[in-house]
């Protein structure tokens, strides 16, 4: 077997593996579930005698922001670093990688000749793919529940007006935005061996050690709110703002940008690859350097 | 001349300052069966893992069918069966499921010859069930099937029977008398002489990282009852210097 074709063979491995595991179901089905649920919550409150307060043009701009073509992607804004989708992101990358020191199974692979690097490519493109399955999820459980609302409105969906050029490019800005996140937990879970400690950091940077440096930077200064952009969470929340804008509408949980002016997509975007990069590089090296203690 | 199999010239390890490995120089030559031997704590698990290239040795040189393995290459293992400790595998998985995984890296490997293994090591009945139903002894033979799934040259055992009943090491002891005569080179790590005695061609035994002695398991007898008897003295004699 040449590298190319022992890459080719262990990323289908990796998929193997993952596509079997309950935990990848299990994230996408609650993933939907909240998204969706999230969304139609909202939908109920407009619809609720509460709401009739609001001037009329505030709520039917509020609800056209539900309704397809400007509500379909929506669901998108949970995909994002600082959302939901970076929860999900953190869990998946950890398990994919840390349980592989719990089960020893990594010993498997590693003693049967499977070079280190290959080992951590093949790893590398099906969490990738994963990541994208996260954003489609988000996607597809908004427009779902989006459509809903719009068809119980006007009877009919506005399939001619719908942005799919939009949603293709936001599925991958929403998941290059969840992978800075994603190399940073496998990062942990090598250097750690273990999927609790991946888990634990990831959901702590995720969290706390960004949202707290995202906030004490935009209420400094205006000087100091410039540099919050360069945080993964802002650049993420720039790129899919800046090239899918139906998702700045919705109901994010991000969001966190509001002082700060954003990144051109091109420079959130090379910004996001990079974190990512250096995120597996970090990896790799400390990968390739490893005893793997039976 | 004898092909050497494996080789290891001057092998070291040290962990965080502890000698774990001292020094190691041992061939294993073609078609042989190899005992490697040696009290807990001696660094059989620490030389093996170096051989597999898990662990990166503090000095010297392991080579494998005459190349070189360290943990940046190890493609020379590809022509090498393992069974390293207590053996991982995806629990979610059947134990048929966890081989057909491995069989992606071999193109040759296919379902008769998973289905071969399974039976060759006693698991056929069981083979469809999760991994994570399997006793410790089914996960041993599990392990084995794996090492033995790509027709390895070389097979490297650590501990084998351990978690099997007697019937099981009964098997075992016949499988690698099989595996020898055809032609497959064993190096086997055991706690269990009489085992060793009766399967392996050679040995070596390592204490607290060094080796004191190797050779042909009749040699290394002369003057002694039994394998046993040789081992206890040859570790008894550094202590008492």
Same mark, same amino acid.
């Given at each position: 077997m040449?590298?190319?074709?022992?890459i080719?063979?262990l990323?289908?491995t990796?998929?193997?593996?993952?596509t079997?595991?309950a935990?990848l179901?299990?994230?996408?089905?609650?993933?939907?579930?909240i998204v969706a649920?999230?969304?139609?919550a909202?939908?109920a409150?407009?619809a *609720?005698?509460?709401?009739?307060s609001?001037?009329p043009e505030?709520?039917?701009?509020l609800k056209?922001?539900?309704r397809w073509?400007?509500?379909?992607?929506?669901g998108?804004?949970?995909?994002?670093?600082?959302?939901?989708g970076?929860?999900?992101a953190v869990?998946?990358?950890?398990?994919l990688?840390?349980?592989e020191?719990?089960w020893?199974?990594?010993h498997?692979?590693?003693?049967?000749?499977?070079?280190r690097g290959a080992?951590?490519?093949?790893k590398?493109?099906v969490l990738a793919?994963?990541?994208?399955?996260l954003a489609?999820?988000a996607f597809a459980?908004?427009?779902?529940?989006?459509g809903?609302?719009?068809l119980?409105?006007?009877g009919s969906?506005p399939?001619?007006?719908?942005?799919?050029g939009?949603?293709l490019t936001g599925?991958?800005?929403?998941a290059?935005?969840?992978a800075p996140y994603a =190399?940073l937990?496998?990062?942990?879970a090598?250097l750690a061996?273990s999927?609790l400690t991946?888990?634990g950091?990831?959901?702590?940077y995720?969290?706390?050690?960004?949202?707290?440096?995202?906030?004490?930077l935009?209420?400094?200064?205006?000087?100091?709110a410039?540099?919050a952009?360069?945080l993964?969470?802002?650049?993420?929340e *720039?790129l899919?703002?800046g090239?899918a804008?139906?998702t700045?509408?919705?109901?994010?949980?991000s969001?966190?940008s509001g002082?700060a002016?954003?990144l051109?997509p091109g420079?959130?975007a090379?910004l996001?690859?990079?974190?990512t990069?250096?995120?597996?590089?970090?990896a790799w090296w400390a990968?390739q350097r490893q005893?793997?203690?039976? | 001349?004898?092909?050497n199999v494996l080789r290891?010239?001057?092998? *070291?390890?040290?962990?965080?300052?502890?000698? =774990?490995?001292?020094n190691l120089t041992?061939?294993?030559?073609v078609?042989?069966?190899f005992?490697?031997?040696g009290p807990?704590? =001696?660094g059989?698990?620490t030389?093996i893992s170096?051989?597999l290239?898990?662990l990166r040795p503090?000095g010297g040189r392991v080579e494998?069918f005459g190349?070189p393995?360290t943990p940046?290459?190890?493609?020379?293992l590809?022509?090498?069966g393992?069974l390293?400790?207590a053996p991982?595998?995806?629990p979610?998985?059947?134990?048929?499921?966890n081989?057909?995984?491995?069989?992606r890296?071999?193109?040759?490997?296919?379902?008769a010859?998973?289905a071969a293994?399974?039976?060759?090591v006693?698991?056929e009945?069981?083979a469809?069930?999760?991994?994570?139903t399997?006793?410790?002894?089914?996960?041993?033979r599990l392990?084995l099937?794996?090492?033995?799934l790509h027709r390895?040259?070389l097979l490297?055992?650590?501990?084998?029977?351990?978690?099997?009943?007697?019937v099981?090491?009964?098997?075992?002891?016949?499988?690698?008398r099989?595996?020898?005569a055809?032609g497959?080179?064993?190096f086997l *790590?055991?706690h269990?002489l009489?085992?060793?005695?009766q399967?392996?061609d050679?040995v070596?035994?390592?204490?607290?990282g060094?080796?004191?002695a190797?050779?042909?398991?009749?040699?290394l007898l002369?003057g002694?009852?039994?394998?046993e008897?040789f081992?206890? =003295?040859?570790?008894?004699?550094p202590?008492?210097?």
């Amino acid at each position: 077997m040449t590298a190319l074709q022992t890459i080719v063979a262990l990323t289908r491995t990796e998929c193997r593996k993952l596509t079997s595991r309950a935990l990848l179901w299990a994230e996408v089905g609650i993933f939907a579930l909240i998204v969706a649920g999230l969304h139609l919550a909202l939908m109920a409150a407009l619809a *609720s005698s509460r709401q009739q307060s609001l001037p009329p043009e505030a709520l039917e701009a509020l609800k056209a922001s539900l309704r397809w073509p400007q509500g379909f992607l929506g669901g998108l804004a949970f995909a994002g670093g600082s959302g939901l989708g970076g929860l999900f992101a953190v869990v998946l990358a950890a398990a994919l990688t840390g349980q592989e020191y719990t089960w020893r199974t990594v010993h498997l692979w590693l003693s049967r000749g499977v070079g280190r690097g290959a080992y951590l490519l093949g790893k590398a493109a099906v969490l990738a793919a994963a990541l994208v399955v996260l954003a489609v999820t988000a996607f597809a459980a908004g427009a779902a529940a989006t459509g809903i609302y719009t068809l119980q409105g006007s009877g009919s969906l506005p399939w001619h007006a719908l942005p799919w050029g939009k949603a293709l490019t936001g599925i991958g800005a929403a998941a290059l935005g969840l992978a800075p996140y994603a =190399a940073l937990t496998v990062l942990v879970a090598i250097l750690a061996r273990s999927t609790l400690t991946a888990v634990g950091v990831g959901l702590g940077y995720n969290l706390l050690v960004e949202n707290m440096a995202a906030k004490v930077l935009l209420l400094a200064s205006p000087q100091t709110a410039r540099f919050a952009r360069y945080l993964p969470a802002m650049a993420g929340e *720039s790129l899919l703002k800046g090239i899918a804008p139906g998702t700045e509408v919705s109901i994010g949980v991000s969001g966190a940008s509001g002082a700060a002016p954003l990144l051109s997509p091109g420079t959130a975007a090379l910004l996001l690859a990079a974190y990512t990069l250096a995120g597996l590089a970090l990896a790799w090296w400390a990968f390739q350097r490893q005893d793997i203690t039976a | 001349m004898p092909e050497n199999v494996l080789r290891l010239s001057h092998l *070291s390890k040290r962990f965080k300052g502890v000698k =774990a490995v001292e020094n190691l120089t041992l061939e294993v030559q073609v078609g042989e069966c190899f005992g490697f031997l040696g009290p807990n704590g =001696a660094g059989k698990t620490t030389t093996i893992s170096m051989i597999l290239g898990l662990l990166r040795p503090t000095g010297g040189r392991v080579e494998v069918f005459g190349r070189p393995v360290t943990p940046e290459d190890t493609t020379p293992l590809r022509e090498v069966g393992a069974l390293v400790g207590a053996p991982g595998f995806y629990p979610y998985l059947s134990g048929r499921a966890n081989l057909r995984l491995l069989a992606r890296l071999y193109p040759t490997v296919n379902e008769a010859r998973i289905a071969a293994v399974l039976g060759q090591v006693g698991l056929e009945a069981a083979a469809d069930r999760k991994a994570k139903t399997y006793s410790t002894g089914m996960k041993q033979r599990l392990g084995l099937a794996a090492a033995l799934l790509h027709r390895p040259r070389l097979l490297i055992l650590d501990e084998p029977t351990s978690g099997l009943d007697p019937v099981g090491m009964a098997e075992m002891r016949t499988l690698l008398r099989e595996l020898t005569a055809d032609g497959v080179t064993v190096f086997l *790590s055991s706690h269990l002489l009489h085992e060793v005695e009766q399967v392996c061609d050679r040995v070596a035994v390592l204490h607290r990282g060094q080796l004191l002695a190797q050779g042909p398991v009749a040699n290394l007898l002369h003057g002694h009852q039994d394998l046993e008897a040789f081992f206890m =003295a040859a570790i008894a004699a550094p202590s008492q210097q």
